[in-house]
C-alpha cells in the first residue's frame, strides 16, 4: 500500500506544481497585457500632448505674422508710442481670448518687454520686464531662430500666474532682422483637460485592466 500511496502523493504534487506554474504563466501573461496596455496609454497620451502643443505652436506663427508686432518694434527701443501700443494689446486681447493660454507677450529683442496680457488682463506698463532675457526662459533660446520656427521650453512655473506651464515663444522677423519675440504660455492644466476630452476620464490603469 506504501507504494501506491507515495505514487498518488508524487502524482497529486505534481499536479499541484502543474497547477502552480500555470497560475504563475496566467499571471506573467496578464503583467504582460498590463504592462501593454500601459504602453500604449502612454503613446496615446504624448501623442495627444504633441496635437495640443502643435495646435498651439500653430496659432503663434499665425499670431506672430500680425503685422502690429512689427510696426510696433520696428522702432528699435525704449516702450512703444501710445497709438502702436493700443493696437498692440487689442491684438494681445482678441488673441487671450481665443487662444487657450495663461500669458502671450511682446518683447524686444534687448529683452524689453513691451506688451502682455495675462489673467484675462493687460499689464500696466510699470508692470512689464524690463528684461525678459534674465526671467524668461524661451526668451535666449528663441531669439536666434529663424522666421517661422518655434522653441518649446520644458515645464516651468510662471512668475505672473505662478500656474505650472509650457512656454512657447518664437521670433518677430522683419526684412531678415529678428525684432523681437512673442511669447505664449500654455497652462499645463489645460492640456490636461483637452487631454481628457479626447480620451475620456480613466479612474486607474487596475481597473481599466480589470475591465478588460
Same mark, same amino acid.
Given at each position: 500500500?506504501?507504494?501506491? &500511496? &507515495?505514487?498518488? %502523493?508524487? !502524482? ?10 500555470? #497560475? ?13 496596455? $500601459? ?10 500632448? @504633441? ?5 498651439? &505652436?500653430? @496659432? ?7 503685422? !502690429?508686432?512689427?510696426?510696433? /518694434? ?15 494689446? +487689442?491684438?494681445?486681447?482678441?488673441? =487671450? ?21 495675462? =489673467?484675462?488682463? /493687460? %499689464?500696466?506698463?510699470? @508692470?512689464? +520686464? ?10 535666449? *533660446?528663441? #531669439? ?10 520644458? *515645464?516651468?512655473?510662471? *512668475? ?25 504660455? $500654455? *497652462?499645463?492644466?489645460?492640456?490636461? @483637460?483637452? #487631454?481628457?476630452?479626447r480620451f475620456g476620464e480613466v479612474n486607474s490603469v487596475l481597473s481599466s485592466f480589470i475591465r478588460g
Open positions: 500500500a506504501r507504494p501506491v &500511496t &507515495t505514487l498518488v %502523493a508524487a !502524482v497529486a504534487g505534481l499536479a499541484l506544481l502543474a497547477g502552480s506554474l500555470s #497560475i504563475v504563466r496566467l499571471g506573467e501573461a496578464m503583467t504582460q497585457e498590463a504592462l501593454g496596455r $500601459l504602453d500604449r496609454h502612454a503613446a496615446m497620451q504624448a501623442l495627444a500632448v @504633441d496635437d495640443v502643443v502643435r495646435d498651439a &505652436t500653430s @496659432d503663434l506663427g499665425l499670431a506672430s505674422r500680425n503685422v !502690429v508686432f512689427g510696426d510696433a /518694434l520696428a522702432s528699435g527701443t525704449g516702450p512703444v508710442e501710445p497709438a502702436s501700443r493700443t493696437r498692440v494689446e +487689442s491684438a494681445l486681447v482678441y488673441m =487671450g481670448q481665443r487662444l487657450a493660454v495663461d500669458e502671450i507677450c511682446l518683447t524686444r529683442r534687448d529683452g524689453l518687454e513691451v506688451a502682455r496680457f495675462n =489673467g484675462g488682463r /493687460l %499689464a500696466a506698463v510699470a @508692470d512689464l +520686464s524690463p528684461d525678459e532675457s534674465l526671467v524668461n526662459p524661451a526668451f535666449a *533660446p528663441s #531669439i536666434g531662430l529663424a522666421d517661422e520656427t518655434a522653441y518649446r521650453t520644458a *515645464p516651468y512655473v510662471s *512668475p505672473d500666474t505662478h500656474r505650472w506651464v509650457l512656454g512657447l515663444a518664437t521670433p518677430i522677423v522683419r526684412s531678415g532682422e529678428t525684432l523681437g519675440i512673442l511669447h505664449f504660455e $500654455l *497652462p499645463i492644466a489645460a492640456i490636461s @483637460d483637452a #487631454i481628457a476630452g
